[in-house]
């Protein structure tokens, strides 16, 4: 698709994305929004950085820009739940962008601040509604959000919402959501907990799945420091004597090590602050907008807090732990490279983190660089760390694209999903999810399948043999 005037997108969104100099979609935006503009319910399998926020946002906006209906008071017509504050805020800024040309309003609430505001946003009234879901649930138990006219109902990052332990507020407030929506669900990965979760919240949905993440790491140059534990916090300092590094966005594994890196840098003489979930909304907003604006050079995260981070300006990304789950090094290092841009990504790696190191490999289908041009690099043999997780085994999913692409979240095994067992916990009656191009329109049946498949059945593509020489890129640092 060239454009996007080839999408027949209301005239004022136009106007706005050419004003921010948008002219092509993205794969996910050309694949997604056709479908969402006829109405379907939608499973969207997407790594960040790929465009997905305005894959589900322009068709929303222009949905309600067509219907030039009125908002009654307290009835937000679409609500769009994301699991962290500063996801949540991007996504409202988006819809701002996208929206500047069209008369329509906006809230975003999430906890961590006064309710206050939220609630007047709440009763003036709000066509587009951003949310987390506990502070969506406080505002909807006092009464000050109603969703009986919902039209469009978005879960976006699902597999970290349930990471982070959101399925039973998620399962409430759909409880709370009229029967007769569209619905749509977007998740990085696709294990069992998300196609169960799909196969109770989504009608008939189509599948579309994109971006492999090839495309993330092919832009990034990524090296990995063999090391003592005992040695990081040296190396750190030594690697950020480097003046190439711009900014650098550290990643640890938990709060308090993300804490104590923070103070013992800044003890150091080096401009930094730390994010994680602990933190109050106002010391989180204070330290990101240090960062954007460069008078921070680093900022240290941990994984949730820095979903959906979005700084132009980060050069590199440092591992100071590496992640037990290969999935969040790929979205730990698309913190980089942004928008087409080069980046560098180093790692951390001591004796207990080889396994992680091993899965992440077989993720991305690469061997990472061991850099041993430093005054730290440890050749320890390796010890038995807390079990990596494995990566999700590969299914099997028939995909909007003309060719099928395989996911490099998927490991390399081309056994099957095995589908679910039984009624999960709590849920909702299973509506199917159908074959992409199996039914004609307004059909809600599932094409040749019984309604009650817990995972979506999904056509094979050519399997793509494991590179086992393939290094990741280099370049200079």
């Known amino acids: 698709m060239s454009d996007f005037s080839a999408l027949n997108l209301f005239s004022p969104i136009l106007s706005a994305l050419n004003h921010a100099g948008y002219t092509q979609p993205t794969p996910i935006q050309a694949q997604a929004i056709p479908h969402l503009q006829s109405g379907r319910d939608l499973l969207g399998i997407a790594q960040t950085g790929t465009g997905k926020t305005a894959a589900f946002a322009l068709p929303i906006l222009d949905r309600l820009g067509r219907q030039r209906a009125h908002t009654r008071a307290r009835q937000a017509r679409v609500l769009i739940l994301a699991p962290t504050r500063e996801l949540a805020a991007q996504i409202d800024a988006s819809f ?82 009229p029967a007769e929506r569209q619905t749509l669900l977007f998740s990085a990965t696709m294990p069992k907990s998300i196609a169960a979760l799909a196969e109770s919240l989504l009608s008939d949905p189509v599948l579309v799945e994109v971006a492999p993440t090839a495309t993330t790491v092919d832009r990034v140059e990524q090296k990995v420091y063999l090391v003592e534990k005992g040695n990081k916090v040296l190396l750190l300092k030594d690697v950020l004597q480097n003046h190439e590094i711009r900014q650098a966005l550290v990643f640890t594994r938990t709060k308090y090590g993300a804490d104590r890196l923070a103070d013992t840098l800044e003890a150091s003489g080096v401009e930094v602050s730390a994010i994680h979930g602990n933190k109050s909304q106002n010391a989180r907003e204070t330290a990101l907008n240090g960062f954007r604006d460069g008078r921070l050079r680093v900022l240290v995260a941990t994984d949730i807090a820095a979903r959906g981070l979005d700084v132009p300006g980060v050069s590199h990304v440092i591992n100071f732990d590496l992640p037990n789950e290969p999935e969040s090094y790929v979205h730990r290092i698309g913190r980089t490279a942004r928008a087409g841009r080069q980046g560098m990504a180093i790692s951390f790696c001591d004796a207990s983190e080889r396994g992680f190191l091993r899965d992440i490999e077989r993720t991305i289908r690469c061997a990472v660089r061991v850099d041993a041009e430093h005054p730290y690099h440890s050749m320890v043999p390796e010890t038995a760390p807390a079990k990596a997780k494995p990566a999700q085994q590969s299914g099997k999913a028939k995909r909007v694209q003309t060719a099928p692409v395989r996911t490099p979240s998927e490991p390399h095994s081309t056994a099957p999903r095995q589908p679910a067992r039984g009624k999960q916990p709590n849920s909702l009656p299973k509506k199917g999810l159908a074959e992409t191009g199996a039914r004609s329109a307004g059909a809600r049946t599932v094409a040749g399948k019984p309604a009650t498949t817990m995972v979506p059945t999904v056509a094979k593509s050519k399997p793509v043999p494991r590179q086992r020489n393939r290094v990741c890129r280099t370049g200079a640092a």
């Not at 587009?128 to 909807?140: E, H, K, N, S, W």
């Not at 990052?157 to 409430?172: C, N, Q, T, V």
């Open 96 to 177: 701002a962008a996208y929206g500047a040309r069209m008369k329509l309003s906006r809230a975003v609430i999430f906890g961590g601040v006064n309710q206050r505001n939220q609630v007047r946003a709440m009763l003036r009234g709000v066509d587009v509604l951003v949310a987390t879901p506990g502070r969506l649930l406080d505002l909807m138990g006092q009464g000050f959000v109603s969703l009986e006219q919902l039209e469009v109902f978005v879960l976006d990052e699902a597999d970290r919402m349930l990471d982070m332990g959101f399925i039973h507020d998620i399962r409430k407030i759909i409880t709370r959501l």
